[in-house]
């Protein structure tokens, strides 16, 4: 029985990633991304949530075809904390002397990517991309201290979308998988993948 074949199961999840999209998503070429990618030790938990549509085709009293689409992931983030750099990154914000502004006006908010490992059973793991995400506008909720304990979970929910270039919403490795061989987490994690045409630049075969 190859790994492959294997029963595996998720131990958790490890860091969060994050990269900025520099300049804007263009039909024409490969998105960009900041040389700095975040690791942040600020998963809780990451809900993952898809918006499959469907359709069917029937002929001669049949169904011929049946084709599914999905066009956007909603990542829920429940977290400890973030560095408050990342979130004015993610809202578009442009500190003055440690002083940020909103305003009624719509705006387009900026593009990043978001990864993630997520451990598996026998040493195995599953690592992600989403390259072109935006952030929903946090709620806040502040209270004041008192004689309990506790440190409060925040949220961050996040739209995954596919990419202008090739319409891709995620990159997803899997180590178990048998045509893996070679290929470590942080290789994969080392910069965004988005495109099959980056595959053997970045991780060529030995």
Known sequence: MTKAQEMLYKVGVENLFIAFMTGTDKADSIPTYDEEIYS???IE????????????KWASNK???NVTKNNQYTLTLDH????VEVLDKMLGKKPIKGIAFDDAKMKELPYFAVGFIAPLSSGEFQARWYPRCQVTPPEETHTT????????TEQLVMTASPLL???????????A???AAGISKEDFMQQVVCD???????FPTP
Request: net charge negative; glycine share 6%.
């Open 145 to 152: 201290n008192n004689d309990e304990t506790s440190l409060p």
């Open 40 to 42: 942040l030790p600020a």
């Open 63 to 65: 169904k011929i075809v």
């Open 80 to 83: 400890p904390g973030l560095p």
């Open 196 to 202: 099959e045409s980056q595959i053997e630049t970045l």
């Open 165 to 175: 270039y090739n319409d891709i919403t995620k990159a997803d490795f899997n180590s």
């Open 45 to 56: 938990s990451l809900g993952i949530a898809g918006n499959p549509t469907s359709a069917a």
């Open 177 to 179: 998988r048998d045509s």
